[in-house]
């Protein structure tokens, strides 16, 4: 009987001590450690623009609601956020004559003339395999910081995906036409049924998003 009340006392004092660790996390949430650090999320396509889709999913909204979780984590650690976009839109004019082409060129534009440390751009895949999952982190050519960048946002990755793919360049727009470091991110497959049905969850969103802001922190502790 003795036995029972220690190892219950033992419990309670673990769980105590549990309870206060978590409350110690919960608060460095609230830290600056990107204080000074100006990034911007481009939310891929939008407006007319879906992107990739499979059955109700649309990739446009979802790069938005994944960028908006970005945006708030990385806020939380006292960076600076610019958007390229924060609803469903694009960012043609109305006398475009090619959308798709303005819509990226200012996508450009805004991550060249704002003075930002970093850009992310996210976005969702398909293929015509409906097994091919995971997650796809690309770099602008050439771009050691950016290479960097995205080996730390692959590590933190692994535990969110059960296939982060190997770092590639690519040559990507977004990329090739940018100054300041930055990633264009594959989150996921639409086409993939189960990760389609993952990507459409919010606890799976937050989990993408909270690699990439670790993986970001990451990254600057390293430059330092
Ligand atoms: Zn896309």
Redesign the pocket.
Known sequence: MKQKWKYGCIALVMIAAMLIMTEAGGKKIQDDTLSGIMIVIDS??GGKDN??MANEAN?DEI?LLIAKKVRKALREKGAGVVMTRTGDYDLASESATSRKKEDMRKRVEMINQNRIDLFISI???AYPSADVHGVQIFYQKGNTDGELLASYIAEEMVSVSDHVMHNKAGDYYILNETGPTGLLI?CGFLSNPQEQKLLQEEDYQLELAQAIVSGIEAYFVALQ
């Open positions: 891929g396509h992107g990739a990739e790069n976005h969702l895949n594959e």
